[in-house]
């Protein structure tokens, strides 16, 4: 019988625990490597990683449109040449071959001691090679907390703010993997306002909690996406921690934006969860009033439901959670990122990162970054060990997590983390 890979009713033949976030419902991809060998592609269930090589020789993952070679390659992106159509298949493939049922990899022992791996013993490299990285400003809440912060509260949204998805073009090199520590950046800053600039280890090293997704090959230079064509271009999201350094960002942005206070490195999650797993989450996307120009409109729910929260674990590895927000409080979807991105004319190319600004919703305690938690450093929090952080301190590790749950179905993307390494 076949069921399509989302079916509430799947079951595999790997035991998956139900507060896990890789269910047979899920099947992300990643690159893993272990004992030394090269990385290689690889999907999670449960706690297992599957090394998508050996079943691609197998022959488990003919006729999809993917050539074996694209199973031994060293990133994601040959994988993704096929575009969302033969990745779709790759996941219902995978999805059928993991089901309780099948006898074909589950009763193939030489198979299952080859292809399946414990995911402690595995590393997490990044997933795609990233083409270009553009970094949004699309949560509302976001913007107009930095509006009142730096400007006035009366007219905290730019003009230009609720008629087009503001952006910038990000540094693709220095992002890293989860788990990748950071070294605290230097640079100039204003120790007050009226003072002059003084060189040094950042004082304000903030998070962002993001989510980024990761695009198919999209458009020849000169052609556009539309919002209608748009979710056909992505490959899957992952979490994105935006580092941030405020002092320096708040000297140097003036006129052209962010530059180093934003690109000495960015943190990624390993498992990029596809557009198609995510594809029983959706819901609403808000109203938007103005309305917007006929190049961004859309219908049906480009919104999707992920529940995010982000934590400070202390060098003792406990953890105090900061904030919990969701993906659905943008108020930009990605078709209209995306479209906006585009259409100029400007190419999108397989393996580009598209992250989405900092997450903010309309309470405190959601957040997305420390400047709006501690409100310019005016509110400390309170860890569970009593000190207090207006920004991160050296030593400290940062954690997002995001998760969908609906009909008894949960679906995540694990973790990313970083830990705050002293300046060099
Ligand atoms: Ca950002």
Known sequence: MHLPANDPALRSWIPVATDSDFPIQNLPFGMGSWN??????????????????????????????????????????????GGRTAVRALRQRLSELLRHDNPSFRDNNTLREDALLPADQVTLHLPVRIGDYTDFYSSRQHAYNVGCMFRDPNNALLPNWLHLPVGYHGRASSIVVSGTPIHRPKGQYKPAPDAAPEFGPTRQLDMELEVAFITFEGNTLGQHITTAEAEEKIFGLVLFNDWSARDIQAWEYVPLGPFLGKNFGSSMSPWVVTLDALEPFRTASPVQDPPVLPYLQHSGDRHIDIALEAGIATPDGRETTICRSNFKHLYWSMAQQLAHHTVNGCNVRCGDVMASGTISGDTPDSYGSLLELTWKGTKPLTLHDGTERKFLQDGDTLVMRGHCVKDGVRIGFGEVTGKVLPAI
């Open 36 to 81: 030394g060998e090269p990385p290689v592609p690889v999907t999670r269930i449960g706690d297992r990683v599957v090394d998508l090589s050996v079943l691609a020789e197998a022959g488990l993952l003919d006729g999809l449109g993917i050539a074996r070679e694209a199973f031994m390659a060293p990133q994601l992106n040959d994988l993704m040449a």
